[in-house]
């Protein structure tokens, strides 16, 4: 018997007991294969990890990770998963900075990979114990933050980007600038992100969005103070809950808060500002103590793996990395994969990737970035 017939068999044993010790539905069908509490059936590991750990620490950000994954990955392996969730890098980086953590997977946006890496709070990951790696787009590897992906493993990307109820909004923002327009005033909201609302300030400047300069910083702080007044609300949990509500009417936001708004609602456009759009990247990463580095490890396989992870197209569909997931999705979900690749939210058309930005670590000036997000928001 095979090692991935052997491990079948162990997590059907466990599924029906922790179903009857839970009292629980069933957690097989009639076809011996393991189903989510949602009804979706878990396919087996593509790629076969040996695991002795019986749970794994994920410090993830919010609404990001498809109930059905972390369901079909403790029920398939018989690792429990505990996960807290962030709302920002700072507040992810302050907690792991300030140790003591028993996490062993963070989502760092690309940016804070090099300053995780300085800070010696990652481990380099081990290529031999990541096959998934062949499935992901070429596009999104090797870059400049993390070369070789020596550290990290992509996970999701994206841009950030104007978001219009077109029901509510008569003229339509087409560039950064136009967000000081006193008619949006009080009917926006914003990620409360500061180097995205720093940084897209900048660019309304013509300066660099990731300018270390004093004055030109200043100067950033100077125009965002005429505009935080006009922010009804700061959030970067769900911005699209105020949209789909009627809360706010515009506003700057992520590619997959805006498609789901979308969804609701089609009269919800993004609109790629003409000062360039900010593109970004999340990623996974080990941290250098993690104590389950097992279970980390199939936890990345298996999570990313292409049979599972097109689940991301229907629960939080952000710009995928991974070729394999796409072309799964292709030939298995047919309806859902065109709806992606023909929307220009999730699928980014070629003229606004050439002029776009990606966030840089600032180093030294850091601090002059965390201070003008004090002042501006009052806190």
Partial sequence: MSKLSKLFLLTLVLALSLSACSGQSQTTNENGEIVAPSGFVCPLPEHEIEVTSEELNIFVWTEYIPDDIIDCFQLVYGVTVNRDEYSSNEEMYAKL????????????????????????LLQALDHEKLPVLASFDPNYLNLSFDPNNQYSLPYQAGTYGIVVNTDKVENIPQSWADLWKPEYAGRMVFLDDNRATIGLTLLTLGYDLNSTDPAQLDEAKNKLLELVPGIKIFDSDSPKTALIA????????????????????PAFIYVYPTEGTIR??????????????????????????SSIFWKMLADFPYTMPSTGALEYAKTNQTELYEAYFNSPITNTPAEFLTNSYYFED??????????????????
């Avoid at 009627?246 to 609602?265: C, F, I, K, Q, S």
């Fill in 97 to 120: 900075n300030a140790g003591g953590s028993s996490y062993d997977i963070a989502q760092p946006t690309d940016y804070w990979v090099p300053l995780m890496i300085r800070q010696g």
């Fill in 246 to 265: 009627g809360d706010v009417d515009l506003g700057m936001t992520w590619t997959g808060e805006a498609y789901l708004a979308y969804r609701e609602n």
């Fill in 280 to 305: 970004w990247q999340d990623n996974y990463v080990l941290l250098k103590d993690a104590p389950h580095a097992d279970a980390a490890y199939a936890w990345l396989n298996y999570s990313m793996q």
């Fill in 362 to 379: 600032v180093g030294d000036a850091t601090p002059l970035y965390d201070q003008i997000w004090v002042e501006i928001k009052g806190e």
